[in-house]
Structures are given as structure tokens and as C-alpha cells.
């Protein structure tokens, strides 16, 4: 497992791009429960994001780059719709890119690119890559 500090070095966050299409995107939900559910919603057109941090062995986090308030409140109103149990106890989102995504989806790099994210991603979850050594 890559420590904070050898992620950090990696510069994962200066890889920042923007959807060119409306986008149906699959996210986590996450409660102040013992539970994180996912969800998907079509994420508009011009929405930018860079990623941050690993999340598994073919996807890293990322955040949105700008506010963007009718995209969560959308993505909180499907919360109250599909888990209607839990809506109060709703604590935030994650976003994340998969490998696939990454050669799959309309994206433009404004910094970076996306052979970049897989580059890393790819050196993330190598057990003999020197910089884990």
C-alpha cells in the first residue's frame, strides 16, 4: 500500500478534465450509518473534476473542480428517493474514474491526461513498482 506521502508525489490532482457531453456517472453516498450506498445520475456537460487519491485497484477518487449546487441537489433528491431510511443521516458524495472510464468517457483534459491517471493508477496497485520499494 502506497503511503500519503509517495501519492502526494505523484501529483494525481494536477490531471484536471472536464466532461464535453452530459454524462451518466456512478457515485458513493455516503451516511453517518454504518452504510455507503451508490447511485448514478447524469452528470452535465462542461462539469470538471481531478482526481485525488487511490480508491481500488482500478479507480481513483476525485473531486469536483467549481461548485456545482443543482448537480447535488439532484444527487441528494435521488438520496431521499432511494434510501429512504437514511436521507437524514446523508453525510456527502464520492466521486470516482474508473481504468475503463478513462478511455471510455468524453473527457477534455485541461491539465494532464488520461494515459497520466492510468499511469498512475497502474503504478498504484504494482506490488514491485520502485516507488513503493
Known amino acids: 500500500m502506497a503511503t500519503n506521502e509517495q501519492i502526494e508525489s505523484m501529483k494525481i490532482d494536477e490531471n484536471v478534465f472536464e466532461l464535453t457531453e452530459d454524462t ?25 473534476f481531478a482526481p485525488h487519491g487511490p ?3 482500478d479507480a481513483l477518487y476525485m ?5 456545482n449546487d443543482e448537480l447535488f441537489n439532484k444527487m441528494e433528491d435521488l438520496v431521499k428517493v ?9 453525510q456527502g458524495f464520492s466521486f470516482f474514474i474508473t481504468e ?5 468517457l468524453p ?3 485541461r491539465s494532464g491526461s488520461a ?6 493508477i497502474y503504478k498504484l496497485r504494482s506490488p ?4 513503493f520499494s
Not at 473531486?63 to 461548485?67: D, K
Not at 432511494?82 to 446523508?90: A, H, V
Not at 494515459?115 to 498512475?120: C, F
Open 115 to 120: 494515459e497520466r491517471v492510468l499511469e498512475i
Open 24 to 48: 451518466e456517472s456512478e457515485y458513493l453516498v455516503h451516511f453517518a450509518a454504518p452504510f455507503t450506498g451508490s447511485d448514478v445520475c447524469m452528470v452535465p456537460k462542461g462539469t470538471v
Open 63 to 67: 473531486h469536483l473542480i467549481g461548485r
Open 107 to 109: 473527457l477534455k483534459f
Open 82 to 90: 432511494n434510501y429512504p431510511n437514511l436521507f437524514t443521516r446523508q
Open 128 to 131: 514491485v513498482y520502485p516507488i
Open 55 to 57: 480508491m481500488r485497484d
Open 100 to 104: 475503463e472510464q478513462l478511455r471510455t
